[in-house]
C-alpha cells in the first residue's frame, strides 16, 4: 500500500546546514558480501567497503547479492543468510558500525514467485513485504503480470536503477503502468551525480523531478568505480529539489522497507511526464 504524503514536490526549502553530513542512512541496495558477486572478492575488501558505507553516514545496510540470471545456480537464501551473519560478526570483531540484514538483486524470472515459496529468493530484509527486481539488460519486457503475481502474496516490487536501461529511457512512461501495480523505483545515487554519464543522469534527475522515484540507493560493489556517495547525491537532491524530497527518498522510505512498512510517495497529482526524456534540470 502506498502512502502519501501531502508536501509540495518542489517547495523550495532553506537548508540552514549541509543535512548530507548529519543524516543517518538505510541503503536497501548494496553489494557488500564477499565472494558472492561481482561485489568484494575478499572479507578485507568487504570490511573496508563497509567502513566507507560507515563514512557516509550509513547505519543499517541490506545487501543484495545478484540472484537469478547469470547467479542462477548459486546465491540461495540460506547462502546469503549465512554470509551476513559472518559479515556481521567479522564487522563487530573490528569495531566497524555497521548493520547488515539480508536482500538480494533479483533478476527478473518466470520462476521468481515459486522461488519466494520454496524460500530460494530472498525478498528485501527478510521481511516478505518488498522484493528488488533487477531488469534484463539487453531488451525491455513488460514486468506487469510478474508485479501482478508479486501483488497475489502480498509483496511489492521494487525496481533497482531503471535510469540506467536504455530501452526505459526510450519509453518512460511504462514505468507509471508498472507504479500502479504497484511497484517501486530505486535510483542509484550515483546516477544522480554523473558516474555513469551525461544520459542516465538526465534520465535519474528526469524522473526524481517528476515525482517517479521512491529511493535511492548506493548500489555499491567497491571502492573504486562503484564506491558509495549517498551524502552527496542527499545533498545535490536538497539543492534542486529541497529537503523534503531528499529526506523521503534518501531517509525515510529506506527506513520503511528495513521496517516492513509502507512505502510513502508524493501524492499522485503531483507526478507529472517524462517530456520523452528530457530533463529540465540537466
Not at 534527475?205 to 568505480?225: K, P, R, Y
Request: charged share 25%; glycine share 6%; proline share 4%.
Amino acid at each position: 500500500m502506498i502512502r502519501q504524503v501531502n508536501d509540495n514536490l518542489f517547495e523550495a526549502e532553506h537548508i540552514s546546514e549541509d543535512r548530507s553530513a548529519r543524516e543517518h542512512y538505510v541503503d536497501i541496495h548494496c553489494h557488500c558480501l564477499p565472494g558472492l558477486d561481482d561485489g568484494p572478492a575478499t572479507m578485507a575488501e568487504s570490511l573496508a567497503l563497509c567502513r566507507a558505507l560507515v563514512n557516509e553516514g550509513i547505519t543499517t545496510v541490506i545487501a543484495t547479492p545478484h540472484q537469478l540470471g547469470r547467479f542462477s545456480e548459486c546465491n540461495e537464501a540460506a547462502q546469503i543468510r549465512e554470509a551476513v551473519s559472518a559479515l556481521n560478526e567479522e564487522l563487530k570483531s573490528n569495531n566497524v558500525a555497521l548493520s547488515v540484514v539480508p536482500g538480494s538483486d533479483v533478476r527478473v524470472d518466470e520462476r521468481i514467485c515459486k522461488l519466494l515459496e520454496e524460500d530460494k529468493v530472498l525478498t528485501l530484509a527478510d521481511g516478505g513485504k518488498y522484493i528488488l527486481l533487477e531488469l534484463p539488460h539487453e531488451i525491455l519486457i513488460d514486468i506487469e503480470p510478474l508485479l501482478a503475481d508479486l501483488a497475489s502474496m502480498g509483496i511489492e516490487a521494487i525496481i533497482s536503477h531503471p535510469e540506467r536501461h536504455c530501452g526505459l529511457a526510450k519509453e518512460p512512461d511504462i514505468l507509471l503502468k508498472w507504479v500502479d501495480c504497484p511497484a517501486h523505483l530505486q535510483v542509484t545515487a550515483g546516477s544522480l551525480l554523473g558516474d555513469f554519464g551525461h544520459a542516465i543522469q538526465r534520465f535519474a534527475w528526469q524522473m526524481l523531478s517528476s515525482g517517479w522515484i521512491s529511493f535511492v540507493a548506493t548500489d555499491c560493489h567497491n571502492l573504486n568505480a562503484r564506491r558509495p556517495c549517498i551524502k552527496a547525491a542527499f545533498k545535490r537532491i536538497c539543492e534542486e529539489l529541497g529537503e523534503t524530497t531528499a529526506r523521503l527518498v534518501c531517509v525515510e522510505n529506506p527506513l520503511r522497507v528495513l521496517k516492513g512498512q509502507d512505502i510513502a510517495v508524493y501524492s499522485i497529482r503531483t507526478r507529472t511526464s517524462c517530456n520523452g526524456g528530457k530533463s529540465n534540470i540537466f
